[in-house]
């Protein structure tokens, strides 16, 4: 009885053993066949929806764009940029006479040296008669008077000093710049024209990067919505280079004559030119509207020319096919075949 048990129990780990490896040599032969999608690895699959790759078409535009705008009104002596040329690292554009600012500075810096002299020369006379007063030979009222005109003296030149900072930084607006780096877009100023405060000289934009604007259907935004990046297309380029994109910003509202939503895709780099105007494309794929679904091609049994699907429960659904699909699938629709339905891999009337 003893050496009958341990058999007994051996012969159990041996089936065991055999029924498990022929299970793991069974699932790899149903996932492995060439004829089924990788999706597909049991005894039945679930219908997939149907995409259908719709082409989005927009315009590269720079990241950013300014207006080059006037503090200052006078006469312009130079615009160091055209249309198409880049900033330099001072950023600078174009310059306005200074002349009558600077001889208000020079006016001012005389007006201080004036007053300065005129401290020097109160200051020493305060001591002085401190110095009388502290032995009673002069009256605390003469002073009081001298004291008071120093510190009268002292502000006034505080303002001067105020006055010339104001002036140098009015100076500053004179020349006005950009950002380094940034190419004109737009020049609207020639030397020796009149420029008034607030006019705009002309416009500059960043094209390191690039926007690409798109209005998207509610269908077309999901298919987007949590991409990371996406992939464009520039069919007008001569390599037609295929760009990583990513999703810059996306608008809250929609337009509600169209119901799409405005997104803005951003291009870093990748592109021969960095440039506005370039087509882009962007290929997204929505859901078939017609409701078609996705099924291996393998699981289709034909008959009579007419072709059919079979549910787990042996049930035939007529379907119709409207295509090859990718992956060994076919596009088919049927009526009441939806997304989500389950039907027989290996189906047999």
């Known amino acids: 009885m003893r050496a009958a048990r341990p058999l007994a129990f051996g012969a159990v780990l041996l089936a065991l053993a055999a029924t498990l490896l022929l299970c793991v040599e069974i699932a790899p032969a149903l996932a492995q066949r060439p004829d089924l999608p990788v999706w597909v690895t ?8 149907a995409p259908r790759a719709t082409v989005l078409t927009g315009y590269t535009r720079p990241r ?8 200052e009104e006078g006469r312009c ?13 001072d950023g600078l554009y174009a310059t306005l006479d200074t002349t009558f600012i600077d001889l208000d500075l020079k006016r001012n810096g005389a007006e201080q040296e004036r007053l300065k002299a005129d401290i020097a020369f ?30 009268r003296q002292n502000a006034e030149l505080a303002a001067l000093r105020v006055e010339e900072a104001r002036l140098k930084e009015r100076r500053t ?18 030397p ?29 935004f999901t298919a987007l919505n949590g991409h990371d990046s996406v992939t464009l297309r520039f069919p007008d380029m001569a390599a037609q280079p295929a760009v990583a994109a990513r999703v ?28 506005g105007g370039l087509r882009a494309e962007l290929t997204l794929e929505i859901p078939d509207p017609s409701g078609a679904v996705l099924v291996p091609t393998a699981s289709v049994l034909e008959r009579y020319e007419e072709h059919w699907l079979v549910r787990t429960s042996g049930e035939l659904v007529k379907v119709f096919i409207l295509g090859p699909g990718p992956d060994n699938t076919s596009r ?8 989500g339905d389950v039907f027989l891999v290996e189906p047999v009337f």
């Open 64 to 71: 950013f764009v300014m207006d080059l705008v006037s503090e």
């Open 332 to 339: 088919v629709r049927g009526e009441g075949v939806r997304p």
């Open 248 to 275: 810059e910003r996306v608008s809250p509202d929609f337009d509600p004559e169209t119901r799409k939503t405005n997104v803005d895709l951003l291009v870093t780099e990748g592109l021969p030119e960095m440039r």
């Open 192 to 220: 020796g024209e009149w420029v008034r405060s607030g006019a705009s000289l002309g416009r500059a934009g960043d094209f390191s990067s690039l926007l690409v604007p798109l209005a998207l259907s509610p269908e077309e």
């Open 77 to 89: 002596l130079r615009v160091v940029a055209d249309v198409g040329d880049a900033l330099g690292k």
């Open 173 to 190: 607006r004179f020349f006005i710049r950009g950002k380094p780096g940034w190419r004109i877009i737009e020049r609207a100023v020639q």
């Open 122 to 151: 109160s200051a020493k006379e305060v001591e002085r008669y401190r110095a009388l007063v502290e032995r009673d030979l002069s009256d605390q009222s003469t002073l009081d008077r001298l004291s008071s005109a120093l510190a």
């Open 42 to 49: 049991g005894e039945t699959f679930t219908a997939r929806p």
